[in-house]
């Protein structure tokens, strides 16, 4: 993306940045004097009236700095909708880019005002227009450089702040593929394995009485069969529990329809998918939706669900939704809270709106393009 700003349309950029000079630094002002003071509660409505302010002028900045740079300079804020008050005031305070936003308010009010200053006054002046239209473009792409170096993180920050995640989600994935294997475990030893050893008592003892004893015998052969066809039915679920068939033979869509039909809540799925997703994107999505439908199930008091399952620019979006009591808090569970843990390590995200009396959303997206394989197969990474 390539800027096509001239110098007329630069100029005017120019000239609004002077004029949002004095308003960015009222909010700076009010910014820091209503911060210095939010102990004293005083403070608090300050903080309210001035972070937003100075927030909504530097996104005027980012779209102009965009303009001349000829890409987006985006904000990558922390999001703070539907927080009360004291939870939204830790979010800006915690949030690099409140505090990159200040420091950028201070940098604009001086060095980017006379920057821009210079420009207007090249543009007024009839003696200087020869002057204006070559230096035009140069000084505002130093201005927009400069906005776009305090406005938005550098690729190092982004970079440190990747591999946090990356560190976090891989410990949760480890934590959480330990206690899958436990649980694979104990339900071997606990079924089948159980199932096996009665199966070969029976299988001896029959031997045993075969010739003395046919009746016997033959009692025992049919209390093997039907142990086999049990011990096959612990090892079918507990390979269900791995990677279910259903989900590998008909796809995500095809895997969500078939457990919507054993819930007792009528569940209306609505599959806008392409044939088939990479394996692990269509398995986490898969035992996500598992999970939001046992708690439709155990928890909501329904009377309807849905699901909505979008791919839309390689990215999946899952909607769950119910028409019971509402309430759902992801931190008072842990079934949401490994919702989250699973898709995390896909780079997905989860967001739930459950206020009371209902509906419940839990909205689940994940990019099908970061699970993608990147490696040949002989690599043993895909």
């Known amino acids: 993306m390539a800027s096509t700003a001239g110098p007329a349309r630069l100029t005017r950029n120019a000239l609004l940045q002077v004029l949002l000079a004095v308003p960015t630094l009222l909010a700076l002002v009010l910014t820091v004097v209503g911060g210095a003071t939010a102990l004293l509660v005083v403070g608090i409505p300050i903080v309210l009236v001035g972070l937003p302010m100075l927030r909504w002028i530097a996104d005027r900045h980012r779209s102009m700095a965009a303009e001349a740079l000829g890409h987006p300079v985006p904000a990558e804020r ?51 227009l020869v002057l204006w239209w070559f230096a035009t473009p140069q000084l505002m792409m130093l201005r927009s450089r400069l906005d ?55 299988l001896g003892l029959a031997q045993e009485l075969v010739e003395t004893d046919p009746t016997a015998a033959r009692t025992l052969l049919a209390e093997a069969a039907a142990t086999t066809g049990a011990a096959l039915g612990d090892i079918r679920d507990v390979v269900r529990g791995i990677h279910p068939p259903v989900l590998a033979d008909r796809g995500l869509a095809g895997a969500v329809e078939a457990i919507a039909l054993d819930l007792a809540v009528p569940v209306q799925v609505t599959p806008d998918l392409p044939a088939r997703l990479p394996a692990p994107v269509e398995s ?4 996500a939706v598992v999970e939001c439908l046992a708690n439709v199930g155990k928890h909501a008091d329904a009377e309807h669900a849905w699901v909505e399952l979008r791919h839309v620019d390689d990215l999946l979006t899952v909607v769950v939704g119910d028409d019971g009591r509402g309430g759902a808090d992801p931190a008072a569970g842990s079934g949401l809270r490994g919702v989250a843990r699973r898709l995390a390590a896909l780079d997905g995200t989860v967001r739930v709106s459950s206020p009371s009396g209902g509906p419940t959303l839990v909205t689940l997206e994940v990019p099908c393009s970061s699970s993608s394989p990147r490696t040949t197969p002989s690599s043993g990474t895909a």
């Not at 936003?101 to 009010?109: D, G, H, M």
């Not at 993180?153 to 990747?162: A, D, K, P, V, Y």
């Not at 934590?175 to 029976?202: C, F, N, T, Y």
């Not at 986490?284 to 035992?287: D, E, P």
């Open 148 to 202: 776009a170096r305090l406005l938005s993180r550098g690729s190092h920050q982004l970079l440190e702040e990747r591999v946090a995640v990356l560190t976090e989600t891989r410990a949760e994935r480890v934590e959480d593929s330990a206690a899958e294997l436990r649980r694979i475990e104990r339900d071997l030893h606990d079924g089948a394995q159980a199932r096996l050893v009665a199966l070969r008592m029976h």
């Open 284 to 287: 986490a999505a898969y035992f």
């Open 78 to 128: 922390r999001p703070v909708d539907g927080q009360p008050v004291l939870r939204r005031l830790r979010t800006w305070a915690a949030d690099p880019m409140s505090w990159r936003e200040l420091a950028w308010a201070v940098v604009s009010t001086t060095v980017g005002f006379a920057i821009s200053l210079t420009v207007v006054l090249l543009a007024v002046l009839i003696v200087t």
